[in-house]
C-alpha cells in the first residue's frame, strides 16, 4: 500500500517542551517530535518542517501568515499537514488558518499536548499519533483541530481547560470525529461537497481589538481603541447589549466608530449559545441605528481572525458585512 506523505510543521509549544530553570521551553525540534511515534510509520511517511519553536504565547498574525505561506509552498508534495502548536493560542491560529486557506480537499490538522512528549505520563504521543492518523485519512479535508481523541472544525475550538487533557471544546457547532483505538469515527463525513480548487489568502490586518464589558466599563475606552484598530469586538453580557446609563456614553462611542467608517463586532462573553441583540432593548436599538455586525454563534477566536481576514481585502461595509455573514469552515450557522 502506498503510505499518505504528511508535512509535519513544528511550531512550538508544550508539546515541545523541555525543562528548565526558567520554566518548560520548547527546544525539541520537528524531527525529534516524530521519533516519539514510531507506528506512524505503519500508515504514513512523515517529513518534519521546523517553522520556528516559540511559546505559542508569543504567536502573532505574522506567524499565521508564515504557516500558510510554508502550507501554499508545499501543497502539492503532500497529502496532508499536521502543525504541532502551544495550546494557549491554538484556537486562534486554527481560526486564523481557515481564513487564510479556504477549499482545501486536503486535510490540515492542528495539534499540540498539555504534557510534553518526553514526559513519562503525557497526552503528547496520543494526540501528534492521532493527527497524523486524520491527516492521512483519504476521507479528511480542511482545516480541523485534533485533541485527545476529538476532531473539532478549525473555527469552533476553544480552550476550555488548562490543565486537564481534554483541554478543547467544539463550540456552538457537534465534533465532526472522534478517534478511538486507531479508528475514526466520523459524525460529518462530507469531502464530496468541496468544490473547486484550494484558495490561498496572504494578507491580515492585524488592527482588530477586543472589549470585554464588565460592570464597571468605561466608553471611553473604545474612544481610545479608535485610534488604534480598524475593527472591535464587543464581548457583551448574556445574548448582548451595550449599556445605557444616563450619559450615553457608549452610544456616543459607537457613532464615533461608525461615523469613521470603522467595524464594530458585538458578542458575548457566554461561551456557548451565542449572542441575539434583538432580544432586549439594550441591544436591538443600538444594532439597529448603527447597523452593528454581531457574532451570534461564532466563537471569539473566529470572530476576531474573520474580522482581520476581511479587513485586509476590503473597507466597503457591506462588503464586510456580506463576508462576515458567509459561512466558512462551519464558522457562523446564524443569519442575521
Ligand atoms: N504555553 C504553552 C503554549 O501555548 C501551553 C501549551 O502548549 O500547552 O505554547
Not at 512550538?12 to 506512524?40: F, H, K, N, W
Not at 504521543?125 to 483519504?138: H, Q, V
Not at 470572530?303 to 458585512?321: N, Y
Request: overall charge neutral; glycine content about 8%.
Amino acid at each position: 500500500m502506498c503510505k499518505r506523505k504528511i508535512l509535519m510543521i513544528a511550531t512550538g509549544g508544550t508539546i515541545a517542551c523541555r525543562r528548565s530553570e526558567a520554566g518548560l521551553t520548547p527546544v525539541l525540534s520537528g524531527q525529534e517530535l516524530m521519533e516519539y511515534v514510531p507506528d506512524s510509520r505503519n500508515f504514513c511517511q512523515v517529513q518534519g518542517l521546523q517553522a520556528f519553536n516559540i511559546d505559542s504565547t508569543n504567536m502573532q498574525p505574522k506567524h499565521w501568515l508564515e504557516i500558510s505561506r510554508l502550507i501554499k509552498e508545499h501543497y502539492e508534495e503532500y497529502d496532508g499537514f499536521v502543525v504541532c502548536h502551544g495550546t494557549d493560542t491554538l484556537a486562534y491560529t486554527a481560526a486564523a488558518l481557515s481564513y487564510l486557506i479556504q477549499n482545501s480537499k486536503k486535510p490540515i490538522v492542528l495539534t499540540g499536548a498539555q504534557k510534553p512528549i518526553d514526559m513519562e505520563v503525557t497526552d503528547a504521543k496520543t494526540n501528534l499519533l492521532d493527527s497524523l492518523r486524520f491527516a492521512s485519512c483519504e476521507r479528511t479535508y480542511g482545516v480541523n483541530i485534533v485533541f485527545d481523541g476529538k476532531v473539532i472544525a478549525g473555527t469552533r475550538g476553544k480552550k476550555e481547560r488548562t490543565k486537564s487533557y481534554n483541554a478543547f471544546s467544539s463550540i456552538n457547532f457537534p465534533v465532526i470525529a472522534i478517534i478511538q483505538e486507531e479508528q475514526i469515527l466520523f459524525y460529518l463525513d462530507d469531502k464530496d461537497r468541496v468544490r473547486g480548487d484550494v484558495k490561498f489568502y496572504s494578507c491580515l490586518n492585524p488592527n482588530v481589538g477586543l472589549l470585554k464589558l464588565v460592570p464597571s466599563a468605561d466608553a471611553s475606552l473604545l474612544d481610545y481603541m479608535a485610534g488604534r484598530y480598524d475593527g472591535v469586538v464587543i464581548e457583551a453580557f448574556g445574548v448582548g447589549g451595550l449599556p445605557t446609563y444616563e450619559t450615553g456614553d457608549f452610544r456616543d462611542a459607537i457613532s464615533k466608530w461608525t461615523a469613521h467608517g470603522k467595524t464594530v463586532v458585538m458578542a458575548t462573553q457566554v461561551t456557548n449559545e451565542g449572542s441575539n441583540m434583538s432580544v432586549y432593548e439594550v441591544g436591538k436599538n443600538i444594532k439597529k441605528e448603527f447597523g452593528l455586525l454581531e457574532a451570534y454563534d461564532m466563537t471569539l477566536e473566529a470572530a476576531i481572525t474573520k474580522l482581520m481576514w476581511i479587513l485586509a481585502r476590503t473597507k466597503e461595509p457591506e462588503i464586510i458585512r456580506e463576508l462576515f455573514y458567509q459561512t466558512i469552515n462551519r464558522d457562523i450557522l446564524w443569519k442575521s
